[in-house]
C-alpha cells in the first residue's frame, strides 16, 4: 500500500532552486535513503513531506490516515516534564489520563468516599486505555536508547543536547507511526545503540525515508535508494553500498547516450552546412527539420562531483620518535563515579587507535588526559615521545571562532596567507565564492567541521587526537578523510561511532565500557566481530542455565513441616515454574526472531528482481513477505513486553 507519493516538486526560484522535478513513492515496508552532499536540500525535502514547508510546484500526497512521525535534525524537544512524560507525549489521551491518575491519587490521600471513588474511576480509565502497557512498552524503548530507570522521571529540562537528541528519536519511534522521516538518526548515538536502531527500524512495517551519513546504517537499514539532484531525483532499488556501484554504471551508460546523439548531431550539422547549397538541398533540409525535432539529451547531473572535490592533505611534518605515548596508571573520576582506572597504554610510531564505547563511558576524558594530563582528581602519569607535533580535533568544535570569517579563521593560524591565498587554500575544503568571506556562525555543521579540519591541516603535525571528525561530514568527505588519514605517516587517536571509518582507518582499538579499558591488537572488523560473538554467547548461556536447573527439582519440605510451610513451598515452587517458563519463551522469542530476520533477506531480495511478467508469482511474494513480518512484528512486540517483565522480577 502506497502511503507516499511526490510529484514534480520544485523548492526556490531562478538562482536560489534549490531543486525540481522530484518525483519518489514509498509504500508501506519500504525504507529508502534519501542521499546527495551536504546543502543538496535533503532536510528541506523532508519538511516538505512532513507538511512543514510548502513546494514551490508539485505535490506532496500522504495517504489519508497515515500517521507521519518526523525525526529532526535540530533535535527540537517541545514536550515538557519528565522523560517518561515526554516518551508518552505522542499520545495524548494516555497522557492526559495519567496526570489525572496522578491528581486522584493525590486527592485520595485525604480518605474522603468522593477522593476514593474518584481514584478508582481514574484506575479504571487508565487501564482501558492500556496505559500500565504503554508505559512499560516505552520504558524498553528508553533503555534501549541509554535511559535508565532513574532517568525517566528526570525534567526534561535537565537533559544535554546529546540526551535530547535521543529523547526525540524515542518519541517519534513511540508513536509506530506508518510513515517514519528520519533525518540523521544515529547523530549521538553510541555503538550498541545504532546496532539496537538497526534492528528495531529493520522490524518495523512502516515506510521509512532516511537521511543519514553512516554507510554501514544504510546497507543494514534500507532496500531502495532515492539520490537528490538539482534536476530531480534518481531511485535505485537497492541499499547505499550496492547503489555506488549502480550510479556509476548508469551515469556511464547515459554519458555514452550523450555523446552518440552529439555525434550524429555534429555529422549531420556537417551534411546540412556542406549540401544545403547543393544538389542535397532537400535532403539538407529534411535532415535540418528533423534536428529541430530532436529532443537533446542533457550530461547527467553527478550529485557528488563538487562533493568528491575535497583535498584533505597533511602537510609535511618531520619524524617523531618510534615510541609516541605512554600512559601508567591512569584513573578518572567524574560525578563520584569512576570511569576507568589502572590503564596502561603504550602506543608506537604509525598506530592508529581507535578509541570506543557507549555514551558517557568516557572515551572523550581519556582523550582528555592522553593530551593534557591527569589533573584535579585524576591520577597516573602520561609520557609523550620526542620530537612531536601535536593536533586536535573538537567535536564541538571549539577551535572554531564564529564571530570571525572564514578567511580570518584560517589567517589566525597562518598569519602570513593573504586574502587570496587563504582563498585559494579554503577553496581545498570546499568553501568557493563568497563562502570564504561569511561569518562562521552562519555556517552548517558540516562547513564548521570543515573549516576546523581546515585549521588543523594548515601546519605540520605528526600526532592527532581526532574526536568525531565525521559528525557532520557528508559521504564524500568522509571517505576522503578515511584515504588521508590511512597514508598519514604519523600517529592518530580516533574517537568514532561511524563503523565504515573505523574499518578503514584503525589497526587497533581501544575499548572504554563499564569502568574498564579494554585493548584488541586488530582493526575495528575484528573486534566488532568478537564483541557480536560475545554477545550471542552470553544471550545464549542463561537458557543453558535454565535447562540445567530445570532438571534438578527443588527440596520438598520435611513430613513433620507444618501447613504454612507446604503452603509457602508449593508458592515458590509455582512461583518457579513461571519464571522459568518466562524466560525459556524469551529465549525462544529471541531465536524465533533471528530465524524470522533470516528468512526475510532473501525473501525480500526476490522482491527487488524483475517479475519478468509473473505478477501471480510477485504477488505469492508479496503476501509471503507480509504474512512473514507480521509474524516478526508479533514476536518483537512479545519479546519487549516479556523483557519488561523479566527485568522488573
Given at each position: ?87 508518552l507525549s505522542g499520545f495524548g489521551e494516555v497522557l492526559a489520563l495519567r496526570h489525572a491518575l496522578a491528581e486522584a491519587q ?506 519478468n511478467g509473473d505478477w501471480s508469482a510477485l504477488s505469492k511474494l508479496v503476501t509471503e513477505e507480509r504474512d512473514l513480518t ?20
Amino acid at each position: 500500500m502506497t502511503v507516499l507519493q511526490v510529484g514534480n516538486v520544485r523548492h526556490g526560484f531562478g538562482a536560489d532552486e534549490l531543486f525540481r522535478d522530484v518525483t519518489l513513492a514509498l509504500a508501506m515496508g519500504e525504507r529508502a535513503a534519501l542521499v546527495a552532499p551536504n546543502g543538496a536540500g535533503k532536510s528541506t525535502l523532508l519538511r516538505l513531506i512532513a507538511g512543514e514547508a510548502q513546494p514551490e510546484a508539485g505535490s506532496v500526497v500522504v495517504r489519508k490516515g497515515t500517521k507521519v512521525a518526523y525525526y529532526r535534525q535540530s533535535h527540537e524537544v517541545v514536550a515538557r516534564g519528565t522523560v517518561l512524560e515526554a516518551f508518552l507525549s505522542g499520545f495524548g489521551e494516555v497522557l492526559a489520563l495519567r496526570h489525572a491518575l496522578a491528581e486522584a491519587q493525590e486527592r485520595a490521600a485525604s480518605g474522603t468516599k468522593e477522593a476514593l471513588d474518584a481514584l478508582g474511576h481514574a484506575h479504571d480509565a487508565y487501564h482501558r486505555v492500556d496505559g500500565d502497557a504503554l508505559e512499560r512498552e516505552v520504558s524498553m524503548l528508553a533503555m534501549s536508547l541509554g535511559f535508565s530507570a532513574r532517568d525517566l522521571e528526570r525534567d526534561v529540562a535537565s537533559l544535554s543536547g546529546g540526551e535530547r537528541g535521543r529523547l526525540q528519536l524515542g518519541i517519534v519511534l513511540a508513536q509506530k507511526a506508518d510513515l517514519l522521516l528520519l533525518d540523521e538518526p544515529t547523530n549521538h548515538l553510541d555503538l550498541p545503540t545504532i546496532g539496537w536502531l538497526e534492528k528495531h527500524l529493520a522490524s518495523q512495517r512502516a515506510a521509512l525515508l532516511v537521511v543519514s551519513h553512516d554507510r554501514a546504517f544504510l546497507d543494514a537499514v534500507t532496500n531502495q535508494t532515492f539520490e537528490l539532484g538539482s534536476r530531480g531525483l534518481r531511485s535505485y532499488p537497492v541499499s547505499y553500498g550496492a547503489y555506488v556501484e549502480l550510479r556509476e554504471e548508469e551515469l556511464e551508460r547515459e554519458r555514452g547516450l550523450v555523446e552518440r546523439q552529439q555525434a550524429f548531431i555534429d555529422k549531420t550539422e556537417d551534411f546540412i552546412r556542406k549540401n544545403i547549397a547543393g544538389q542535397k538541398t532537400k535532403q539538407a533540409q529534411s535532415r535540418r527539420k528533423m534536428l529541430e525535432k530532436i529532443d537533446r539529451l542533457e550530461n547527467p547531473e553527478d550529485v557528488w562531483a563538487d562533493a568528491e572535490r575535497v583535498r584533505f592533505r597533511f602537510a609535511d611534518a618531520p619524524r617523531s620518535g618510534d615510541l609516541v605515548l605512554e600512559a601508567k596508571g591512569l584513573l578518572a573520576e567524574r560525578g563520584g563515579r569512576v570511569l576507568f582506572e589502572n590503564v596502561d597504554l603504550l602506543v608506537r610510531r604509525g598506530e592508529r587507535v581507535g578509541i570506543v564505547g557507549p555514551n558517557g563511558a568516557g572515551k572523550s576524558t581519556l582523550v582528555k588526559l592522553l593530551t593534557e594530563g591527569p589533573r584535579g582528581g585524576d591520577r597516573g602519569s602520561v609520557r609523550l615521545g620526542s620530537n612531536l607535533l601535536t593536533g586536535i580535533f573538537d567535536q564541538h568544535l571549539g577551535g572554531v571562532n564564529v564571530s570571525r570569517t572564514a578567511v580570518d579563521e584560517i589567517r589566525s593560524v597562518r598569519g602570513d596567507f593573504t586574502i587570496e591565498k587563504a582563498r585559494e587554500y579554503l577553496a581545498r575544503f570546499r568553501f568557493w565564492g563568497d563562502d570564504p568571506l561569511r561569518v562562521v556562525s552562519g555556517f552548517s555543521g558540516g562547513e564548521r567541521t570543515r573549516l576546523a579540519l581546515a585549521k588543523l591541516l594548515l601546519e605540520p603535525k605528526n600526532l592527532l587526537f581526532l574526536d568525531e571528525p565525521t559528525n557532520h561530514l557528508d559521504i564524500p568527505a568522509a571517505e576522503i578523510l578515511e584515504e588521508a588519514l590511512t597514508g598519514f605517516e604519523g600517529t592518530v587517536f580516533l574517537v568514532s561511532h561511524d563503523r565504515r571509518f573505523l574499518e578503514s582507518v584503525c589497526t587497533r582499538i581501544v575499548e572504554v565500557e563499564s569502568g574498564k579499558v579494554s585493548f584488541f591488537p586488530a582493526g575495528f572488523a575484528d573486534y566488532w566481530a568478537s564483541k557480536n560473538a560475545k554477545k550471542a554467547e552470553e544471550t545464549a548461556a542463561p537458557a543453558r542455565e535454565e535447562k540445567k536447573r530445570a532438571t534438578v527439582a527443588p527440596a520438598a519440605p520435611k513430613a513433620n513441616d507444618d501447613a504454612g510451610g507446604r503452603e509457602r513451598f508449593e508458592k515458590q515452587r509455582e512461583a518457579q515454574r513461571a519464571l522459568d517458563k518466562k524466560k525459556r519463551r524469551f529465549a525462544e522469542l529471541e531465536k524465533l526472531i533471528a530465524e524470522g530476520e533470516a528468512k526475510l533477506v532473501p525473501l525480500r531480495e526476490k522482491l527487488k528482481e524483475d517479475p519478468n511478467g509473473d505478477w501471480s508469482a510477485l504477488s505469492k511474494l508479496v503476501t509471503e513477505e507480509r504474512d512473514l513480518t507480521a509474524e516478526v512484528d508479533g514476536f518483537v512486540e512479545e519479546w519487549m513486553s516479556l523483557g519488561v517483565e523479566l527485568a522488573s522480577e
